[in-house]
């Protein structure tokens, strides 16, 4: 009787150990995951909140820059064919939108950096209206004089203003961007750290009850050793039972598990929702592009109906120049909807396709530009078809980005030179060389050439590289770009023959 009243005190210690160290272990691993859970909540919801505010101003800003920058030439008299009514009603419906666009930059201001420079877009704003309240004064002699101060006030005062808080706005953006992915590389030590402390903390548990459990057994077995030397008796087997199917122990752990299988499920869910908040970051940079990849077919509709607008009497737009605007419409149509795919890389159309019709087709397009500038197109192409199994459509967005790139860089003239030579390799690779005489990339930019919202222009988004490298990595091409030996710049892309 005494042997049994032991033996059943050194079970029960045996299970109270047990319970209350698995008890208390799996406390606190759950209220761990409690709080990394909540943390991880709060932190997608900031990102978001912070990416959100940051896109819309960003648009807000770019929508009143066009406004803005619509007004000047209209001020200048570019479209001297308008009559003076009609340019007058003009000026004023663009007035308006302005500063409707203006009251919608001032809403969306919610820092007091940010809040500065609509101060003084709204302070230059408020001298141009000033200025243009004196405008019906002026005799008609006089009113383009006039009009070509106001242009030069919006030039130099106004759209400064506008293009230093657009500047800003793009710099949020990219340190929100540079936020979110600090959060997400916390965030994935985070998570590390707890996969890597639980098995450990588990092992640790185990390892203690383990050994616990050892010594109680073992100081059981002593004492049964010990009464069995002195009944002189053989050592027979012993068992350990309990009430029920299953021992105390193995419910306890059976629950344990149970509940951590629970709580990694839903740092499994969080872990998912950070990546979640990393997309919509990557989905904030490609809205930011929208205007940008937008703009150059809306830039070649404009300079084709600007040439057919030419002369005292202009006889309309040809047929092929229609064909073109209808073709830059759909490529902008095509770029919406590219937009709409949820931050997802462009699925390449290939098919095969003669290189040289595109790039002929990219030059005649920015011909007119180029003839205003007085920049010489020049070209250096193989006389026999060049037929790549690629997307014409992306092909030609990157050439008219690149070619569009190199005009701005000669606003007042210069050579541009479009090489396609075939290259020798396995497999075999057709190169294209885009090279102006400008001034040349910069070292800083250099560096960073292809990254998001890197530009060397003051009103410049910089995703039209990082654009051309992803459409050229989809249809098996590549890009570098370059500063060449005696001057100016070099993109370099090739394509798979």
């Not at 293009?163 to 979110?180: G, I």
């Not at 998912?272 to 989905?283: G, N, S, T, W």
């Not at 057919?308 to 120049?321: A, K, N, R, Y």
């Not at 770029?335 to 095969?352: G, H, K, V």
Request: net charge negative; aromatic share 4%.
């Amino acid at each position: 009787m005494q042997l049994a009243s032991g033996d059943a005190a050194i079970s029960n210690r045996v299970e109270t150990i047990v319970r209350w160290t698995a008890a208390a272990g799996s406390l606190l691993l759950i209220a761990a995951c409690i709080v990394g859970a909540l943390y991880l909540n709060h932190l997608h919801r900031e990102v978001s909140r912070v990416l959100t505010e940051n896109v819309a101003s960003i648009v807000a800003d770019k929508e009143l820059e066009t406004t803005l920058d619509e007004l000047v030439p209209l001020l200048r008299g570019d479209h001297a064919q308008m009559s003076p009514d009609a340019l007058t009603a003009e000026l004023i419906k663009r007035h308006e939108r302005a500063t409707h666009q203006l009251d919608k930059v001032s809403e969306y201001a919610n820092s007091d950096e940010e809040k500065q420079h609509v101060r003084q877009v709204a302070d230059s704003w408020s001298r141009y209206w000033r200025r243009w309240s004196d405008r019906a004064k002026q005799p008609a002699e006089n009113l383009p004089e006039f009009d070509r101060g106001l242009a030069r006030q919006l030039d130099e005062d106004v759209l400064l203003h506008c293009s230093r808080l657009l500047q800003y706005n793009t710099r949020q953006v990219s340190e929100s961007h540079d936020a979110a992915r600090r959060i997400v590389d916390r965030l994935t030590w985070g998570l590390l750290a707890v996969g890597v402390a639980a098995p450990l903390a588990g092992l640790l548990l185990g390892y203690a009850v383990a050994r616990r459990m050892h010594q109680s057994i073992y100081q059981l077995s002593v004492r049964i050793r010990d009464a069995a030397g002195r009944l002189n008796s053989e050592l027979r087997p012993v068992t350990l039972e309990s009430d029920g199917d299953r021992p105390p122990q193995d419910r306890q752990m059976r629950v344990i598990v149970e509940e951590i299988e629970r709580v990694f499920q839903r740092l499994h869910q969080r872990e998912h929702e950070v990546l979640r908040a990393e997309q919509l970051a990557a989905v904030g940079q490609l809205a930011a592009g929208v205007a940008h990849e937008l703009r150059n077919p809306l830039t070649s509709i404009k300079m084709l109906v600007q040439t057919g607008l030419e002369g005292d009497s202009p006889s309309g737009l040809p047929g092929e120049d229609l064909t073109i605007i209808e073709h830059e419409i759909r490529r902008m149509e095509a770029c919406i909807q590219t937009f709409l795919d949820f931050a997802r890389p462009p699925s390449a159309e290939r098919r095969r396709t003669d290189l040289l019709a595109v790039v002929r087709r990219a030059i005649a397009l920015l011909e007119g530009r180029a003839r205003r500038q007085k920049v010489v197109l020049k070209t250096d192409l193989p006389s026999a078809p060049v037929e790549l199994l690629v997307d014409g459509e992306q092909i030609h967005q990157v050439l008219v980005n690149l070619m569009l790139n190199a005009l701005d860089a000669m606003p007042h003239g210069g050579d541009l030179r479009v090489e396609v030579k075939p290259a020798a390799g396995d497999p075999p690779r057709v190169v294209v060389r885009i090279r102006d005489s400008g001034p040349g990339i910069a070292p800083p930019i250099l560096a960073r050439l292809f990254e998001p919202f890197v530009s060397g222009k003051e009103t410049g988004l910089g995703l039209g590289l990082s654009i051309c490298r992803r459409l050229l990595e989809a249809n098996g091409g590549s890009i570098q770009g370059e500063n060449a030996p005696d001057g100016g710049a070099l993109f370099t892309f090739t394509l798979p023959a």
